[in-house]
């Protein structure tokens, strides 16, 4: 059964950081992607960022650029988004996703793309 356990969100004030965790279990990624989601209230469910299994190639949305970054570790199948310079625009269920098979670079950003989810963690920037 494939599970992805989001962690790491929280109540952080505005220009704060906080550290979110994606661990994978039940599946095994050869040439995938694992990406993050986040949906705030009444809005759709968007882009933040995803990496490549295998080539680690980092895709972001252009609202996170230079304040964010997704990495991850392959032994442990866990991926890691840093979240720095928090905005209260960043106020909202953040979401991990995973596609077990080949992702295009165009298609990193798309949810449709991706087989799998997490139930999301909360975060909350308050300014």
């Known amino acids: 059964q494939v599970q992805l356990v989001e962690s790491g969100g929280g109540l952080v004030q505005a220009g704060g950081s906080l550290r979110l965790s994606c661990a994978a279990s039940g599946l095994t990624f050869s040439n995938g992607a694992v990406g993050w989601f986040r949906q705030a209230p009444g809005k759709e469910r968007e882009f933040v960022a995803a990496?490549?299994?295998?080539?680690?190639?980092?895709y972001y949305a252009n609202s996170v650029k230079g304040r964010f970054t997704i990495s991850r570790d392959n032994a442990k199948n866990t991926v890691w988004l840093q979240m720095n310079s928090l905005k209260p625009e960043d106020t909202a269920v953040y979401y991990c996703?995973?596609?077990?098979?080949?992702?295009?670079?165009?298609?990193?950003?798309?949810?449709?793309?991706?087989?799998?989810w997490g139930q999301g963690t909360q975060v909350t920037v308050s300014s």
């Open positions: 996703a995973a596609r077990p098979s080949f992702l295009s670079d165009t298609g990193y950003y798309y949810r449709s793309n991706y087989n799998y």
């Open positions: 990496i490549g299994w295998s080539n680690s190639n980092t």
